[in-house]
């Protein structure tokens, strides 16, 4: 999340369990201690807490207002699923937090107090936003859902070929935000600028793929310096509205195409 790099993507028809999804996610990942896994709020369900704290997974979710447990008027409050059949007693944490225009959210985890206090868990949460980037490179830059095929290996194959695309783009990422110049005249911290990355990866790919070891690393090399010189100001706490109305354009002239 915080490398910018996709893991284990996977690909299903529309109707297909989210849930099930992350399941299949998380057993694809090694197991790291103290790891946490953040989750938005598409995913919470008894089962899919009960499956996290069974595989020794810590978790953060993001819970809707509506939902059953997530709603307590205490601070930091201590909830119980209890023993059923051959399921064990399954105790949480669910808080509210303040976001920037006075509304309450909620997040439910299985982090003890111990391990985290209730103040640091929304910070942690937030790291999250990294994903909500990705998904609109993935989605606004790379267009993954405006296909050219309507056969499903060659909507796979347009799936899998953007996934690579992006990783690529994000390795190079990595290399040159490291290059940037850091000068005591900047008031700003600087990043390499994302659209010029794709679009530069986009033009030279079919090259990239067909050369040469040598070839290739000369021409990432020069793509790394040329990022590092294009670059965007990082905004930080820039807060934007949703869009809740739906129009017919689905993509807007700040959310150029890269492909």
């Given at each position: 999340?915080l490398k910018d790099?996709?893991?284990?993507?996977?690909?299903?028809?529309?109707?297909?369990?989210?849930?099930?999804?992350?399941?299949?996610?998380?057993?694809?990942?090694?197991?790291?201690?103290?790891?946490?896994?953040?989750?938005?709020?598409?995913?919470?369900?008894?089962?899919?807490?009960?499956?996290?704290?069974?595989?020794?997974?810590?978790?953060?979710?993001?819970?809707?207002?509506?939902?059953?447990?997530?709603?307590?008027?205490?601070?930091?409050?201590?909830?119980?699923?209890?023993?059923?059949?051959?399921?064990?007693?399954?105790?949480?944490?669910?808080?509210?937090?303040?976001?920037?225009?006075?509304?309450?959210?909620?997040?439910?985890?299985?982090?003890?107090?111990?391990?985290?206090?209730?103040?640091?868990?929304?910070?942690?949460?937030?790291?999250r936003w990294g994903?909500?980037?990705?998904?609109?490179?993935?989605?606004?830059?790379?267009?993954?859902?405006?296909?050219?095929?309507?056969?499903?290996?060659?909507?796979?194959?347009?799936?899998?070929?953007?996934?690579?695309?992006?990783?690529?783009?994000?390795?190079?990422?990595?290399?040159?935000?490291?290059?940037?110049?850091?000068?005591?005249?900047?008031?700003?911290?600087?990043?390499?600028?994302?659209?010029?990355?794709?679009?530069?990866?986009?033009?030279?790919?079919?090259?990239?793929?067909?050369?040469?070891?040598?070839?290739?690393?000369?021409?990432?090399?020069?793509?790394?310096?040329?990022?590092?010189?294009?670059?965007?100001?990082?905004?930080?706490?820039?807060?934007?509205?949703?869009?809740r109305k739906h129009?017919?354009?689905?993509?807007?002239?700040?959310?150029?195409?890269?492909?």
């Amino acid at each position: 999340m915080l490398k910018d790099i996709l893991v284990d993507v996977s690909l299903h028809p529309y109707r297909y369990n989210e849930r099930e999804s992350a399941k299949s996610h998380v057993d694809f990942l090694p197991g790291f201690s103290n790891s946490v896994i953040l989750f938005d709020r598409g995913y919470p369900s008894q089962d899919m807490f009960r499956y996290l704290n069974s595989k020794g997974v810590l978790f953060v979710m993001r819970v809707p207002k509506t939902f059953q447990k997530a709603i307590a008027e205490q601070k930091d409050a201590l909830f119980t699923y209890p023993a059923s059949r051959n399921k064990e007693s399954l105790t949480l944490r669910s808080f509210p937090f303040l976001l920037e225009n006075g509304n309450a959210d909620y997040l439910v985890t299985n982090l003890t107090p111990e391990q985290m206090a209730a103040k640091n868990v929304p910070d942690l949460y937030w790291l999250r936003w990294g994903v909500e980037s990705k998904y609109r490179e993935l989605k606004n830059r790379l267009e993954i859902e405006a296909l050219n095929s309507m056969k499903p290996v060659r909507i796979r194959q347009e799936f899998f070929a953007a996934m690579y695309l992006s990783n690529l783009a994000a390795v190079i990422k990595s290399e040159a935000d490291s290059r940037i110049l850091v000068s005591a005249d900047n008031r700003c911290d600087y990043l390499s600028n994302r659209s010029y990355r794709l679009n530069r990866i986009k033009s030279c790919i079919i090259r990239l793929l067909r050369s040469s070891l040598p070839i290739c690393n000369e021409m990432i090399c020069r793509i790394v310096e040329e990022s590092s010189k294009i670059c965007s100001l990082i905004r930080p706490d820039r807060t934007f509205g949703r869009y809740r109305k739906h129009t017919r354009r689905r993509y807007y002239s700040h959310m150029k195409s890269c492909i």
